[in-house]
């Protein structure tokens, strides 16, 4: 069973769907509850930093999401559910992240179209269970307008969009895609069944 954590933040439905689509039983927290219960954990996410967090720790789910990452277990973070992993958030105002990865998610550079939206080449640098069975560059669908930064070596794939951006990280049985794979066709759906198969 896949446990994904609905705080409000977007695109729970889709990629409830895309996993259903690919084998996966689901369930939906919204609250805390038994980490027995789950194999895997996703944390979606569409909206923005600060708020998101406020609603994790309303639900007492930032303590979840931290016990059950120290069972060994796989945690998925998509789109700013990626960028809640790290320490510190510079949207609106500064915010304290799940704090589960070293690094800081500030606004794409001036002078960019801001989101950045639609297809770009993912450029692998390390190879990884992950990208099993995909070709060389795949393209996937990214809605952002926030980046990671001051990220060490747990980058294993990045975009280009004005400069390199983090799009793939990996520290263990910790996994952040910048990117929505729910709505990367093919690509998006061979990834998770990847991150299924980590189970």
């Known amino acids: 069973m896949i446990g994904i954590i609905d705080y409000g933040a977007g ?3 889709s990629i409830s769907k ?4 690919i084998g996966f039983k689901i369930e939906i927290i919204k609250k805390n509850k038994d980490l027995d219960r789950y194999e895997a954990l996703v944390l979606p996410g569409v909206g923005a930093f600060y708020s998101a967090m406020e609603k994790l720790k309303k639900n007492n789910l930032v303590s979840f999401i931290n016990d059950f990452v120290q069972t060994g277990r796989p945690l998925l973070g998509v789109c700013l559910g990626m960028q809640l992993l790290f320490e510190w ?3 609106d105002k500064k915010a304290r992240g799940l704090n589960l990865l070293k690094g800081d998610v500030v606004k794409i550079k001036a002078g960019l179209k801001i989101p950045h939206m639609g297809w770009n080449e993912l450029k692998i640098i390390q190879n990884d269970i992950l990208f099993n069975n995909l070709r060389t560059n ?6 952002h307008s926030y980046k990671l930064k001051n990220v060490t ?3 294993i794939a990045v975009t280009e969009y004005g400069d390199k951006i983090p799009a793939v ?3 263990d049985n910790i996994i952040g895609l910048q990117f929505h794979p729910e709505k990367s066709g093919e690509n998006g759906l061979k990834l998770l069944k990847n991150f299924g198969e980590l189970i």
């Open 153 to 155: 070596n747990d980058v």
């Open 18 to 21: 895309a996993f259903e689509h």
């Open 169 to 171: 990280i990996r520290r």
């Open 11 to 13: 695109n729970l439905n």
């Open 138 to 143: 795949p393209h996937f669908y990214f809605v």
């Open 89 to 91: 958030g510079y949207e």
